[in-house]
């Protein structure tokens, strides 16, 4: 920020008292004036769920790229890392109990980032990270600039708590298939063997026409089912990641939060369909997400 610009907004407040500002989760992803996709989509689930959370842009849009016309930016990595350091200055980062992170838009800002979740490893002051490594996927390929991918492999893995890809995304980052379960079982125990404890894998085939999830950590895995509904939008991942941290944060064991996570993205996605909308409902997913009794789809145990 340059002096100028500081002077003019920095001033002094009265009475304001100096206890720190609650803050559950730090979301550092996209951001669009229309649609829902990145912070646009998860941010208004979090908060729907009581969430309080810190969100940081790292592109400023009009909508998602699915349009003819995109209007607005990716926002300049110096930006983003001034960002990054205001939530440091605040103490933010060292009082967050969990960060996520999606789609950076350029290999500066995943750099960027990746720099400051580095220090505060080093610093002791890193929120546990939830790692939503937007990539690309099986119907449109890599949609991100190419050395993105090698940020989330070499510097972003290795310090995740969880890894929450699409089938796509598995293949990219382990170096080997995952489209078919099997395969994707195989390639998620050997992004374990680089650091998290835990990965979520969505989008994999499942048998006839359904799909799987597979959550897969050190000590187990399991399986939920759930048929393919003919509806492509943006955010369904975003919303998946908002909602299994929202239960974590709740203390939930991770197979009960995926459960009550693909719940929720399932009758958005549902809803969308039978509204006939262009964007995804994102406000159908925390009222199935906290349905209680049976799970709708069951983890099950491998």
């Given at each position: 920020?340059?002096?100028?610009?500081?002077?003019?907004?920095?001033?002094?407040?009265?009475?304001?008292?100096?206890?720190?500002?609650?803050?559950?989760?730090?979301?550092?992803?996209?951001?669009?004036?229309?649609?829902?996709?990145?912070?646009?989509?998860?941010?208004?689930?979090?908060?729907?769920?009581?969430?309080?959370?810190?969100?940081?842009?790292?592109?400023?849009?009009?909508?998602?790229?699915?349009?003819?016309?995109?209007?607005?930016?990716?926002?300049?990595?110096?930006?983003?890392?001034?960002?990054?350091?205001?939530?440091?200055?605040?103490?933010?980062?060292?009082?967050?109990?969990?960060?996520?992170?999606?789609?950076?838009?350029?290999?500066?800002?995943?750099?960027?980032?990746?720099?400051?979740?580095?220090?505060?490893?080093?610093?002791?002051?890193?929120?546990?990270?939830?790692?939503?490594?937007?990539?690309?996927?099986?119907?449109?390929?890599?949609?991100?600039?190419?050395?993105?991918?090698?940020?989330?492999?070499?510097?972003?893995?290795?310090?995740?708590?969880?890894?929450?890809?699409?089938?796509?995304?598995?293949?990219?980052?382990?170096?080997?298939?995952?489209?078919?379960?099997?395969?994707?079982?195989?390639?998620?125990?050997?992004?374990?063997?680089?650091?998290?404890?835990?990965?979520?894998?969505?989008?994999?085939?499942?048998?006839?026409?359904?799909?799987?999830?597979?959550?897969?950590?050190?000590?187990?895995?399991?399986?939920?089912?759930?048929?393919?509904?003919?509806?492509?939008?943006?955010?369904?991942?975003?919303?998946?990641?908002?909602?299994?941290?929202?239960?974590?944060?709740?203390?939930?064991?991770?197979?009960?939060?995926?459960?009550?996570?693909?719940?929720?993205?399932?009758?958005?996605?549902?809803?969308?369909?039978?509204?006939?909308?262009?964007?995804?409902?994102?406000?159908?997913a925390p009222a199935a997400a906290l349905a209680?009794?049976?799970?709708?789809?069951?983890?099950?145990?491998?």
């Amino acid at each position: 920020m340059s002096d100028t610009l500081e002077s003019h907004l920095v001033h002094e407040r009265r009475n304001r008292p100096d206890g720190p500002s609650p803050v559950d989760l730090v979301s550092v992803q996209s951001q669009l004036a229309y649609g829902y996709a990145g912070n646009s989509a998860a941010v208004p689930v979090l908060r729907m769920l009581g969430v309080r959370v810190a969100e940081v842009p790292t592109t400023l849009l009009s909508n998602t790229p699915f349009y003819p016309t995109l209007r607005g930016r990716v926002l300049p990595s110096d930006w983003l890392a001034e960002l990054l350091q205001g939530l440091d200055e605040r103490g933010v980062t060292a009082r967050a109990p969990l960060l996520v992170s999606g789609y950076f838009g350029s290999v500066a800002n995943g750099e960027a980032f990746a720099a400051w979740l580095e220090r505060n490893h080093a610093a002791g002051t890193a929120p546990r990270y939830l790692l939503d490594p937007v990539i690309g996927d099986t119907h449109t390929g890599a949609y991100v600039e190419p050395g993105l991918e090698a940020v989330f492999a070499q510097r972003l893995v290795p310090l995740a708590w969880m890894v929450t890809p699409n089938a796509f995304e598995l293949e990219r980052l382990s170096g080997q298939p995952a489209l078919l379960e099997a395969d994707a079982l195989a390639a998620a125990r050997a992004l374990l063997a680089r650091g998290p404890q835990w990965v979520l894998a969505h989008s994999v085939v499942g048998e006839g026409d359904g799909l799987v999830t597979l959550l897969v950590g050190h000590e187990g895995a399991w399986r939920l089912q759930s048929p393919r509904l003919d509806v492509d939008v943006a955010g369904t991942g975003d919303v998946l990641t908002a909602l299994l941290a929202t239960f974590l944060l709740r203390g939930q064991a991770p197979a009960r939060a995926a459960e009550r996570a693909l719940a929720g993205v399932h009758a958005a996605l549902e809803s969308t369909l039978a509204q006939g909308w262009e964007e995804l409902d994102v406000q159908a997913a925390p009222a199935a997400a906290l349905a209680e009794g049976a799970a709708r789809f069951p983890a099950v145990a491998l």
